[in-house]
């Protein structure tokens, strides 16, 4: 029997991570389950898996979740440190799929237990991905993506030689906006952009696709994961999302990963790994689908893209300060105070000011990351002010 924590499991990844497991309950024993504001949708889950332990980010939150397991025997706890806790007990397998920098130490945490982290939450990479990576050599842990595109190129690789790999390309739906005109997206509300083609994922994940900030997040994610330079890797509109990735090798052969736009598959390779078992997805028909197409995601149309390039090569702390500029811009679009072209200026703008500063040079800590997302998220209100 398999232990498995979920962090973050009132989220999307986490209800398709808990579903996979709901349907082999005698396979799995569930430690630790954390959400956020839905403990409703926590309590029950937790019931229903009898997990040991199930933890709400919110402290105002913990008396309603506790009367909610009230008698099922689940252990209760809440805050941010209690979220942590939870991830440091021992389990052979963790979902990290906290969304924002705020899986970044609970994941830190998973790791400590050297078994395998299952990694959803893209900003522990994009902040702190040396950082993580080192953790997780020294505590003798493995780290296996869930981002569909990082699971796609980590499968492509399988057997492979790093050194043979001339270009890694992952591929973006183009989001709610991807056929719009250029001088429609000043009008955009973030109702429309949480509104996504392809596919069913939460509220900030969404508008991130609309946007392309994900996909930056995710050439980032590219870069620190597999080593590769930013020379090296793209992205390309795939309207389709069957595609999600593609690894070109010297020879001129090309591997490309092909399947439904369904999370179950990358969260059901990382659970079953290093075996492939019967998931229920939906089976790929090529016939039916007739055809596939890409375009180039220009990366004029969406600066995160060049943004993104920019980080990979300064290194240091600029993905730290890139997520704390882009969470804190996105709350100010959603909250309707800038248009959605102005969260790429504003990401930028605090860049720029944080380079010139020579801040982002500073040796990578958990106390330099935090202190870096605290400063950009000032710096991103202060830029929006200016506006």
């Not at 969470?327 to 703008?349: N, Q, S, Y």
Request: hydrophobic fraction near 50%; include cysteine; glycine fraction near 8%.
């Amino acid at each position: 029997m398999k232990s498995v924590s979920i962090l973050g499991a009132t989220g999307s990844i986490g209800q398709n991570t808990i579903d996979l497991i709901a349907r082999s309950p005698d396979a799995y024993r569930v430690v630790a389950l954390t959400g956020g504001r839905n403990v409703e949708k926590l309590a029950d889950d937790a019931r229903r898996l009898k997990a040991a332990i199930a933890v709400t980010a919110e402290p105002a939150l913990y008396a309603e979740l506790a009367e909610r397991l009230e008698g099922s025997g689940v252990e209760v706890a809440a805050g941010p440190q209690a979220l942590v806790e939870a991830a440091s007990r021992p389990a052979d397998w963790t979902m990290s799929a906290i969304i924002g920098s705020a899986g970044l130490e609970p994941g830190l945490a998973a790791i400590g237990n050297g078994a395998t982290l299952a990694l959803a939450n893209k900003e522990s990479l994009v902040c702190a991905g040396p950082l993580l990576l080192s953790e997780a050599k020294q505590a003798g842990a493995r780290i296996l993506p869930v981002d569909s595109e990082h699971s796609a190129i980590f499968q492509a690789l399988v057997g492979e030689d790093m050194a043979a790999v001339e270009r890694i390309t992952i591929t973006a739906s183009g989001g709610a906006f991807r056929d719009w005109p250029e001088e429609r997206l000043a009008e955009a509300t973030a109702a429309e952009a949480a509104t996504h083609p392809n596919w069913s994922m939460g509220q900030r994940i969404t508008i991130d696709s609309a946007s392309l900030f994900n996909k930056a997040m995710e050439l980032i994610e590219t870069h620190e994961f597999f080593g590769v330079p930013s020379s090296a890797i793209d992205a390309v509109i795939h309207p389709e999302s069957i595609v999600h990735a593609m690894v070109a090798f010297r020879d001129g052969a090309v591997l490309a990963h092909l399947g439904f736009p369904d999370m179950r598959h990358a969260i059901g390779y990382a659970l079953n790994w290093p075996d492939r078992l019967a998931l229920p997805v939906p089976r790929l028909d090529l016939v039916k689908l007739a055809s596939l197409t890409f375009r180039d995601a220009d990366e004029r149309r969406h600066p995160a893209l060049r943004l993104a390039r920019e980080v990979m090569d300064a290194g240091g702390l600029s993905g730290a300060a890139f997520n704390g500029a882009k969470e804190r811009a996105l709350d100010l679009f959603i909250e309707g105070r800038i248009t959605f072209p102005t969260m790429a200026a504003i990401v930028e703008r605090v860049l720029d000011r944080l380079s010139a500063s020579g801040d982002l040079a500073g040796a990578m800590t958990i106390e330099a990351v935090r202190d870096i997302d605290e400063r950009s998220r000032r710096l991103a209100d202060e830029a929006a002010a200016e506006r």
